[in-house]
C-alpha cells in the first residue's frame, strides 16, 4: 500500500514539473512549435480497455449496443483496440504561429503532436478533429481519439482551430473551411521541422490526411489547399476522410425540407461560424428563436459546454424550433447571403492528386448520407475508394471509419 502511494506521488510530482524539465528532455521549446506540456500515455489502461483519458465524441448518439452491420458499436470497439499496438505514446501539446482569419494577420494558436515514444516514425499524420464544444476537449488539452493512431508509429499532429486552446477567447469559425484548413496546415508546418530539431524526423517525406465529421470536411480542404499552396514541402501519401458535411448548402437543405436536425447546436455554430470567416455580420436575430439567442452566448461561445450538453440546454431538434421564418427562407436577403457563403465553404470544388478513403453509414443522422452522396457524384472517376455501408450512428460509424483506416495503415 505504501510502495503503491509513494508510486502515486511520484507521478503526481512528474505531471507538475515544466515541459522543459520533463524527463524526455528533447521535447523541449523549438523556434516554430513552443511546448506548453509534455504527457506519456498508452491507448489501453491494464484491464486491455480504452484509456478512459481518450476523448471520444461527444454527440450523445453513442449506444455500446447499437447493431452495426452484422456486430456491434462494442465490438468495433475492440476490435479496433486489437488492430492498435498499446506502446506509450508522448503527448506534446504547443503553439505556433499561424495565420489569422483573414488569411494575413499572424495568430499564435495551439495543438498537439503525439509520438510513439520509441521506435523509428514513419510518417507525419495531419489531422482534422471532429466537433466539439468545449475548450477542454480541444487536442491540446485533452488525449484526442485520432491520436491512438500515433501508436502504429506516426506523428500526429491535430491543431486545435481558432476559438479553442490559446485562442479559446475568439469565436469559432466552425464550418469556415478556408481558415480551418489554413490552421491545420500552419501547424504541419511548424512540427516538420520541430520533429527534425528532436530526432524523430519521419523516414517518409509524404504526408497522410486524416479527419471524421467536421474533420472531414476540414481535411478535404487542407488537400486542396496543399495541392495549390504546400505541395512541395509536404506531399500527400493517401487521405482518410468520414461522415464530413461536404456540401453544407445539400445539408441545410435536407434539415430544412425534414424540419429536423441530428445535432441542434450545429446549426447556431453554422450560421455564426461562416459570419465570422466570411465577415458578412449577420444579425443572428433574423435567424433563431428568441429563446436561443437569449442563451446563446453562454451556450455556444463560452465553451463550456460540450456537443451533446449544448444540445440538451437547447431542448428541440425541429428546424422551425429552432430558427426564425425568415431564417428558413432561402428567398430572404440574409437566408440567400448565408447560403452564398455555404457554397463558398463547401468543398466539392478540387480535383484530388492523390488517393482518398471515404467513409460513410447510410443510418448517419447527424451528418446527413446526402452529403457521402454528393461526394460520390462529383469525385465520380477519381481516385477515391467510396466505403458506404450501415455503420450505425454518427459516433458508431467515427469508430468504423478509424478501425478501417487503422487496418490500412
Not at 489554413?182 to 486524416?210: C, F, N, T, W
Request: aromatic fraction near 8%; proline fraction near 5%.
Amino acid at each position: 500500500m505504501k510502495h503503491d502511494i509513494a508510486i502515486s506521488l511520484l507521478l503526481a510530482a512528474i505531471c507538475l514539473l515544466p515541459a522543459c524539465k520533463h524527463p524526455d528532455v528533447e521535447y523541449m521549446d523549438f523556434e516554430s512549435f513552443r511546448v506548453t506540456s509534455v504527457k506519456t500515455g498508452k491507448v489501453m489502461d491494464e484491464a486491455g480497455s480504452l484509456n478512459p483519458e481518450i476523448r471520444l465524441p461527444d454527440l450523445g448518439d453513442w449506444d455500446p449496443d447499437t447493431k452495426v452491420a452484422s456486430t456491434s458499436a462494442t465490438e468495433i470497439v475492440k476490435e479496433l483496440l486489437g488492430v492498435i499496438n498499446n506502446r506509450s505514446i508522448v503527448q506534446i501539446a504547443g503553439t505556433y504561429s499561424g495565420h489569422d482569419i483573414d488569411g494575413k494577420t499572424e495568430l499564435i494558436q495551439s495543438g498537439k503532436l503525439l509520438l510513439p515514444a520509441e521506435g523509428p516514425v514513419k510518417n507525419l499524420m495531419i489531422v482534422s478533429h471532429f466537433t466539439i464544444g468545449a475548450d477542454f476537449e480541444c487536442p491540446s488539452e485533452c488525449f484526442p481519439l485520432e491520436g491512438i493512431l500515433a501508436s502504429k508509429g506516426y506523428a500526429v499532429a491535430i491543431a486545435d482551430y481558432i476559438g479553442f486552446g490559446v485562442t479559446s477567447g475568439r469565436i469559432h469559425p466552425y464550418m469556415h473551411t478556408r481558415s480551418t484548413s489554413q490552421s491545420v496546415v500552419d501547424m504541419a508546418l511548424a512540427v516538420k521541422p520541430y520533429l527534425k530539431h528532436i530526432g524523430r524526423e519521419p523516414e517518409s517525406e509524404e504526408v497522410i490526411l486524416l479527419g471524421y465529421s467536421q474533420g472531414g470536411s476540414t481535411t478535404m480542404a487542407v488537400m486542396n489547399l496543399i495541392q495549390r499552396k504546400y505541395n512541395d514541402i509536404l506531399p500527400i501519401k493517401k487521405v482518410y476522410v468520414g461522415g464530413g458535411p461536404y456540401d453544407l448548402n445539400a445539408t441545410f437543405d435536407f434539415s430544412m425540407e425534414t424540419d429536423i436536425t441530428g445535432i441542434p447546436c450545429a446549426i447556431p455554430m453554422i450560421v455564426q461560424g461562416v459570419s465570422e470567416g466570411e465577415t458578412l455580420h449577420l444579425d443572428m436575430n433574423d435567424f433563431f428563436q428568441p429563446y436561443l439567442l437569449e442563451h446563446y452566448d453562454e451556450w455556444i461561445n463560452s465553451k463550456k459546454y460540450t456537443v451533446s450538453m449544448i444540445n440538451k440546454m437547447m431542448g428541440a431538434n425541429s428546424m422551425h424550433e429552432i430558427m426564425t421564418d425568415s431564417g428558413r427562407d432561402k428567398t430572404a436577403p440574409h437566408t440567400a447571403q448565408l447560403y452564398k457563403a455555404l457554397f463558398k465553404n463547401s468543398v466539392l470544388n478540387f480535383e484530388p492528386r492523390s488517393p482518398i478513403f471515404m467513409l460513410h453509414s447510410t443510418q448517419d443522422q447527424t451528418v446527413p448520407f446526402i452529403n457521402a452522396l454528393k461526394a460520390e457524384q462529383y469525385f465520380k472517376g477519381l481516385c477515391i475508394d467510396f466505403d458506404f455501408g450501415d455503420y450505425g450512428s454518427h459516433s458508431s460509424g467515427a469508430i468504423k471509419f478509424l478501425l478501417t483506416a487503422a487496418k490500412d495503415l
